[in-house]
């Protein structure tokens, strides 16, 4: 699973540890990734205690489909302490999925009494908290971090309600939000063992693009651009995701995708758009290859830098990390 990192300044120094605590998390709520491309595997049937919460043995055998996800959500936020987490949806695909965002941390208040979950339903920012983001599921059919967003955000939930004296203190000082899905209609037309990449048949055919035959991690503007933005029309998708960052203030950002095993950090893109070679770096590039080292050292597969994945086994990342424009460049996240 390949991880892109994206953060604004200004930087605290002492929150560094406390935001490792949170990526780390994620690093150990997911099973080594060996295939190229990993797929939705059909659901089987588990158990679930009056807590909400998966019984340990099967919990993590299945995918959720669309009403799932929402369902497994609002028991991930049932699984904290009242006040804890906020359940909203930033928009809409274009085949009408929710968009579901599950905000956590401490001293939110209880939810809008209209049941409203549209963004404001999020509530209002926290001063001095930093807003962290994760996002999955980009393309439809690299499902693992679907699941794994899911997981992590139970797992908040569950610790900050049991006293675990690490995510008690994450969640005081952090404002984490977790969006598992931002492709939920190329989840649901994917299929295990189609490892197309979108680029033959009918539009939207492939689970990796949006229903309109758009790959959502090359549809967004490119930075280095002079002219007209490019139209949003075809992605709603990015279209929501864009306008809730601009609401927000997020200080780190964590786009998981599936395929090769590597932590990939800014820029994604350069100016001169060389298809590979190009190291972008941005004004923190210290601190992202420190957060994209800690990630990978704490990966068995990935630290070694040679992950020998299907299709690519000669391909290799010094100390698991790379500067995303280096090895390739692409106006995404």
Known sequence: ???????????????????LCLLLLVQLLRSPARAAHIKKAEATTTTTTSAGAEEDEGQFDRYYHEEELGSALREAAAAGPPGLARLFSIGSSVEGRPLWVLRLTAG?????????????????LLPGRPQV???????????????????LARELAAGYRRGDPRLVRLLNTTDVYVLPSLNPDGF???????????????????????????????????????????????????R??????????????????????????????????????????????????YLAKAYASNHPIMKTGAPHCPGDEEETFKDGITNGAHWYDVEGM
């Open 1 to 19: 699973m390949a991880s892109g990192w994206d953060a604004r300044p200004p930087w605290r120094p002492g929150r560094l540890p406390l935001l």
């Open 108 to 124: 939110l208040g209880p939810p809008p009494p209209d049941g409203d979950l549209g963004p404001d339903a999020a509530g209002p």
């Open 133 to 151: 983001k994760l996002v999955g599921n980009m393309h439809g059919d690299e499902t693992v971090s679907r699941q794994v967003l899911v997981y």
């Open 188 to 238: 649901e037309r994917a299929r295990e063992g189609d490892c197309g990449l979108g680029d033959s048949g009918p539009p939207g055919a492939s689970g990796r693009d949006n229903s309109r035959g758009r790959d959502l991690n090359r549809s967004f503007p490119d930075q280095f651009s002079t002219g007209e933005p490019p139209s949003l029309d075809d992605v709603p998708e990015v």
């Open 240 to 289: 929501a995701l864009i306008e809730w960052i601009r609401r927000n203030k997020f200080v780190l950002s964590g786009n998981l995708h599936g395929g090769s095993v590597v932590a990939s950090y800014p820029f994604d893109d350069s100016p001169e758009h060389k298809a590979t070679g190009v190291y972008s770096k941005t004004s923190d590039d210290e601190v992202f290859r």
